[in-house]
């Protein structure tokens, strides 16, 4: 199916669809293996799960074998014990990832986003906590969003290091840092997303724009912004928690498969 050869569909024909595609490609044994969520896949302890797909998550664009083998790495380089980790490393053991790069991601702001986990996990009681006092305070992912930005920016950083913390104040669509939340928070019988946290809303979460899901959900007619920004961010919303008011951000798998794995 083409943009260029296919009737626009009604939003009854699009939730069909996409319900048709999220049967398809929410499976473990077809996404986990191609995505950056194989590297939290290979934990079982709660804080290894968490660090291992904030990290995978947080370098997530460019070639996904890329992003993959990245973040393998910075998991060997923690033992393959991450949460114990940037619990427990000192200053030094933390400075070692000074040579780390991926893509724009240097090694200065590798050495500041671990600097700022062992911030969370030894002063704010985690990042379900973070996140979670974020979504209390009000205002959804946008509320949750801006409130971590400000915790994590807490410890000294480079300037430099902002840009790669996404600012939904500043109109950013936050596509990375929503995707960690639907992996932690999303719950079903699949096995891929790990529904490790309950104080999250699932209702609540946002869906994880990029220039894949933008463009398919512009060719469905259920985006009309052009810009993948925020203001995009609560269209699509608005839109999915009518197909699914408890799980929107299920639609993720149907758009985002729609713009990768299939010509859409």
């Known amino acids: ?11 009854e024909q699009v939730k069909e669809l996409l319900d ?11 996404y986990v293996p191609s995505d950056p969520i194989q590297v939290p896949h290979l934990f079982g302890g709660r804080e290894d799960i968490e660090v291992a797909a904030f990290l995978a998550a947080a370098i997530a664009w460019g070639q996904r074998k890329t992003v993959v083998a990245n973040a393998l790495e910075l998991a060997r380089r923690m033992d393959m014990r991450p949460g114990q980790f940037v619990r427990e ?8 990832f000074a040579d780390f790069k991926h893509r724009t991601f240097n090694g200065q702001d590798c050495v500041f986003f671990l600097r700022s986990l062992r911030w969370i996990y030894q002063r704010h009681g985690g990042l379900e906590e973070v996140f979670s006092r974020g979504f209390a305070l009000g205002r959804g992912s946008f509320g949750a969003l801006a409130h971590f930005r400000e915790v994590f920016l807490e410890v000294d950083h480079p300037p430099r290091s902002r840009k790669h913390v996404a600012d ?11 995707m960690f939340l639907r992996w932690m928070v999303r719950r079903d019988d699949r096995g891929v997303d790990f529904g490790l946290w309950s104080r ?12 894949h899901v933008g463009r398919v959900a512009r060719a469905l007619g259920i985006l009309s912004r052009r810009q993948d920004d925020w203001r995009a961010v609560e ?11 408890s799980d929107p951000c299920k639609y993720d798998y149907a ?6 794995f299939e010509k859409f």
């Open 1 to 11: 199916m083409t943009t260029t050869d296919s009737p626009m569909l009604d939003l």
């Open 89 to 96: 490393a000192s200053d030094a053991e933390l400075a070692s």
């Open 20 to 30: 048709e595609k999220l049967d398809a490609f929410n499976r473990h044994d077809f």
């Open 255 to 260: 758009l985002f498969g729609l713009g990768v």
């Open 235 to 245: 269209e699509l919303d608005a839109v999915l928690r009518g197909f699914d008011p």
């Open 200 to 211: 999250v809303p699932m209702a609540e979460l946002s869906i994880p724009l990029d220039v």
């Open 168 to 178: 939904v104040r500043a109109g950013s669509a936050a596509k990375r840092l929503n």
